[in-house]
């Protein structure tokens, strides 16, 4: 079983950068793919980013496709979220996830099976 917790989250301005970081215990970080998703003020809660165990293979949301990049270490047990050229409606928690399924890339939240608690990220106008 593995814990996530993830930090970063925060405030910005249109256009500003944020980088979410997920620390993952309790298990062999390589053994799992991960993911993001996000959950906008009063809406259900989305796919974002994926990565596989290596982190040779990634796969986004078509709505953040060239402005965020998934990224992990498997030395330092933690994945990454940089999130470049914000717009308000990216304005959500974050949560990061672990599936059990390390090559693939679940896209649904089925596909994973531990949750971190989720950060806060806003994006004024």
């Known amino acids: 079983q593995v814990q996530l917790v993830e930090s970063g989250g925060g405030l910005v301005q249109a256009g500003g950068s944020l980088r979410l970081s997920c620390a993952a215990s309790g298990s062999t970080f390589s053994n799992y793919a991960m993911g993001w998703f996000r959950q906008p003020p009063g809406k259900e809660r989305e796919f974002v980013a994926t990565?596989?165990?290596?982190?040779?293979?990634?796969n986004y949301a078509n709505s953040v496709k060239g402005r965020f990049t998934i990224s992990r270490n498997n030395l330092k047990n933690t994945a990454v979220l940089q999130m470049n050229s914000l717009k308000p409606e990216d304005t959500a928690v974050y949560y990061c996830?672990?599936?059990?399924?390390?090559?693939?890339?679940?896209?649904?939240?089925?596909?994973?099976?531990?949750w971190g608690q989720g950060t806060q990220v806003t994006v004024s106008q």
């Open positions: 996830a672990a599936s059990e399924l390390p090559f693939l890339l679940p896209h649904g939240m089925g596909g994973y099976r531990f």
């Open positions: 990565i596989d165990w290596s982190g040779g293979t990634t």
